[in-house]
């Protein structure tokens, strides 16, 4: 399931820092809501693999040092998700939240507006897909000092990639379709290489364009949970081209 949110906002600026922001409204919704699915996805699962992504329009906009500038003071927050059932908390969670002001750092965010999109349909075996928000590639070995981000440029990071998208793939759909994982084929198309900041961190992300070739359940899979690492933090959301 698929959505976007008009979120308002009494001033311009927001802190560079901006998916921190949308992730504490998601939570603080999802809490008000049911305390029972925020607390198996952020506390007795924190580390587990979460099946929706989302990313941010902010027409106009200017990014400075640590703020970004928002003339038209209007975010539309993108959100997807594989679970029909965690679609229907997200819709829920925000229509009772609608009009309430939630604070962040030197402003307000009011909800305004929340609208279904209507998803498109995967029959075949290959897929071409464009970045909504960055895709992350990530290798982490055990602690955030031993953790780095990768550019799809390299074959490094394409290597890395095709890692995560394995794990991604086996934690949501088990080892019994392992050999469906391992026949996916995915080219680079186009890719810019963007830096953004993530919890007083600048990650390395990727604005691309793949083709993934694989079977169609994968394929849907991953167009509406999302592509890479950190989907639940606002990276790795696409759209079918």
Known sequence: MRFNVELLLDQESIPKDKNRIILSLLKYNFSSYDKEYYSEIYEEGKNRTKDFTFSLYMRNCTFLREEIMIPDKKIILNFSTYSAEEGIIFYNSFLRNKGMKYPIKNNVMKIN?????KEKTICTDEAIYKAMSPIVARSHSGDNN???YHS???KEGQEVFMNNLKYQLKDAFGEDRILDFEELEIEVLHNKE??????????VGNVCRLKIKGKPYILDYLYKAGIGSQKSSGFGMVDLV
């Open 113 to 117: 507006r929340i609208n279904l999109v």
């Open 146 to 148: 031993k953790t780095w």
């Open 152 to 154: 799809l440029t390299s």
């Open 194 to 203: 963007v830096k953004v900041k993530n919890y007083g961190i600048e990650v």
